[in-house]
């Protein structure tokens, strides 16, 4: 089977998780969608990355899988103040602004 | 070249979880269909020959990414509700012709695409020791930033949870003060059962007259009705003396 098949596969998690972050209005649950979205670019590049016999594609997974670990801890440690500051996370809050 | 079976069982492992991010109400169940994405993500670079990133994969995103969501969760609260009325018009039908016309055009477009596939004899396996020739040699400089990246990120982290203290911490001295003078019995109230002839948590300890003490039973017990109030544990001629 050719790996181009698993760059289809990492275009169709890529829109599962970009419609969670449109669609979901928990914080959580949208992060999730990014984290999902950024495993798909990680399939999509080992899958390029065996189509042309290169370890490059790897070693960039490598480095966007670091850039995630980094990103979830600040992203959840601001859900968390979010959360001190409001008792809730819900993503519609900020509409309140409008007044 | 990835067994065709291989392949649709990692599509189906990786795309049936994950849609639960669109359907599913608790997120805990969402954190753990992720946890099942992940998995299949790991499998499915093994089958690409990077064994290398299959476990990087498991040890980072199963292991310690979609664990944190699940404490951040519990310290959020599991039970927190989504409220389902829109505050923007129609967003849920922009938002799934938005997501669904980017994925049809991916995938319309990357079927079209036909790559020559580099297939020789003996492939390039992303072995750990292959990696770190290439991490340590090429990319050494970006292996350094990456480091400084995750300790800005952890110390972020920590920066962001503090909760700075508005009031002076109150000593235990203060609190024994305080509470004396509100009136409270300075003494330990006794355990239950100790002078008793059971040693239950359920029945009250007896005073040095025979009497139950009945608050020396904890109030939960109280409040569930479990607890007993010892006048059969007396010989027959005191229990008269006793009320309740």
Redesign the interface.
């Known amino acids: ?9 990492a ?10 972050v ?5 914080a ?2 949208a ?3 990014v ?2 979205m950024l ?1 798909a670019a ?2 999509a590049l ?2 390029f ?8 594609g ?2 960039m ?3 966007v ?10 992203g ?6 979010v ?2 500051a409001r008792t ?3 993503l ?1 809050e900020p ?1 309140e602004l409008r007044g | 070249m990835v067994n065709d079976v291989l392949f649709w069982v990692i599509a189906a492992v990786t795309v049936i979880p994950a849609t639960s991010l669109l359907f599913a109400r608790k997120a805990v169940h969402i954190a753990m269909s992720i946890v099942m994405v992940m998995v299949g993500l790991a499998t499915a670079y093994v089958a690409l020959e990077a064994p290398f990133l299959g476990i990087v994969q498991i040890v980072v995103y199963t292991g310690a990414v979609m664990m944190l969501f699940l404490f951040v969760l519990m310290l959020v609260g599991v039970d927190q509700r989504e409220e389902l009325k829109e505050t923007l018009k129609g967003q849920r039908w922009i938002a799934f012709f938005a997501a669904g016309g980017i994925g049809t055009l991916l995938v319309v477009q990357i079927s079209r695409v036909t790559m020559p596939v580099y297939r020789p004899d003996n492939p390039l396996v992303g072995e750990p020791d292959v990696i770190a020739v290439v991490l340590f040699g090429k990319y050494v400089l970006v292996m350094e930033v990456l480091g400084a990246l995750l300790i800005i990120a952890a110390v972020g982290a920590l920066v962001l949870t503090h909760v700075p203290r508005l009031t002076p911490r109150q000593t235990q001295n203060e609190r024994a003060r305080a509470r004396v003078l509100a009136g409270a019995n300075p003494v330990n109230k006794p355990m239950p059962g100790v002078y008793a002839r059971h040693n239950a948590l359920d029945v009250p300890a007896l005073d040095p007259e025979g009497k139950p003490i009945p608050e020396s039973i904890s109030r939960v017990l109280k409040a569930r009705g479990q607890t007993r109030d010892g006048k059969e544990f007396l010989p027959p001629s005191k229990s008269e003396g006793i009320e309740q």
């Open positions: 089977m050719n790996p181009m098949n698993f760059v289809i596969l275009a169709i998690l890529f829109s599962i998780g970009a419609s969670a449109l669609l979901r209005r928990n959580i649950v992060f999730m969608g984290e999902l495993n990680n399939l080992v899958a990355s065996r189509l042309h016999g290169q370890l490059e790897q070693v997974a490598f480095f899988m670091v850039v995630a670990a980094a990103e979830v801890v600040v959840l440690a601001l859900i968390i103040a959360f001190r809730n996370i819900s519609d509409a």
